[in-house]
């Protein structure tokens, strides 16, 4: 006769996984913003053609420190696609080789998929960060899939939505390369960004959801309304980051045309999409006040009641950074602390609407 499981050992496992996943979880979370820290640095310092190929950097794994490394040497042993300036070209080395005296143009090949060929180390390092950071958090996200199949039986949702998660990483990925071969495209940079807030709902989500299932935490109640509201908040903070990235794309062309001069003249000759952010801002503030001062009375978990506060901290220095960039000419180091603060208010507000509910608890 086939002996029976007692069921407070399937209840022991499950709570295992349910801690090692909301471990994982959070870790994964971190990661995420620390990713999207790095890529507004990038943008911020036009690091973003740092390394004009990918995955490598000019055909090295780990990227060169020295001009001299992308200069034609003498007696040099190149391998397979690495890469070179010369005349303001960049090639590509076609094969294994030791270099002649001279430059052979039959040992290279002028790079085909754009023509940027500059090199800053500092520009370099700081993109080939990024995407070290970039991968990190990619096998963070695969460990998190692999933790939610060991709960599989429990609880399926969470890890389908982490599949869901798992493509739009290969998404991301993938635009990373296209955003790199087409030299910084505006629109592609856009849906990069929107790309990284689905990933960040969709880890968010399952922390959530395995913290309620683990008994870690109990929703809030709020009503209706309150719910409603957070839902309306939380969609305006996208429509708000899109926004922002449109002027953004703006502020570039306007930096390219000139030159990276007379930035105090920068501001009168954005759109009418920079008024639209700005009005909306002001209805993104008073919203965020109105739910801070419901939900402060309403929450009763400690880890929720945070969340809440901090709503009200970030939408103010978010709101106070706005007056500043455009009070004092748009300084380069406010715009990645702007958008961050924009992500930051994103992640609390989904991981309110997450803790809350609108039904009555008993």
Sequence with gaps: MRRKIPNT????????????FLKVASVT??????????????????????????PKCFGYYIPPTNPAQIEFQESHEYKKSMMIIVNDTLWLSKADFTSAKKF????????????????????????????????????A??????????????????????????????????????????????QKITFHMLSSLALLGVVIFSHTRVSVLANKLVKSSVGKKI???????????????????????????????SGGLMRETWISK?????????????????????LFFKLKRIVNDSTTKILVYGILLVILLEYALGVFIHNFSIPAFSQPIHLILALLLFGIQFGLLQRTTRKTLN
């Design 9 to 20: 050992f399937v209840l022991m496992e499950s709570t295992r996984y349910d801690l090692k």
């Design 29 to 54: 979370l971190v990661l995420l913003y620390l990713v999207i820290i790095a890529g507004s640095i990038v943008r911020a310092t036009g690091s973003g053609m740092g390394c004009p190929d990918w």
């Design 104 to 139: 052979d143009y039959s040992n290279w090949e002028k790079y085909p998929v754009h023509n940027y060929a500059k090199f800053f180390v500092m520009q370099t390092w700081v993109e080939y960060v990024n995407r070290l950071i970039g991968a990190v958090n990619a096998f």
């Design 141 to 186: 996200l695969l460990a998190l899939l692999l933790v939610a199949l060991l709960r599989f039986k429990n609880d399926r949702i969470t890890f389908f939505v982490l599949v869901a998660g798992m493509c739009v990483m290969a998404f991301v990925i993938w635009l990373g390369a296209v955003v790199v071969h087409t030299n910084l495209a505006p």
């Design 227 to 257: 719910h409603f509201l957070l839902t309306a908040a939380l969609l305006l903070t996208i429509l708000q980051i899109v926004f922002g990235t449109q002027v953004r794309q703006q502020i570039d062309v306007i930096n390219l045309d």
């Design 270 to 290: 954005l759109n009418r999409i920079y008024l639209v952010h700005q009005l909306t801002a002001m209805v993104v503030v008073f919203l965020n006040g109105y």
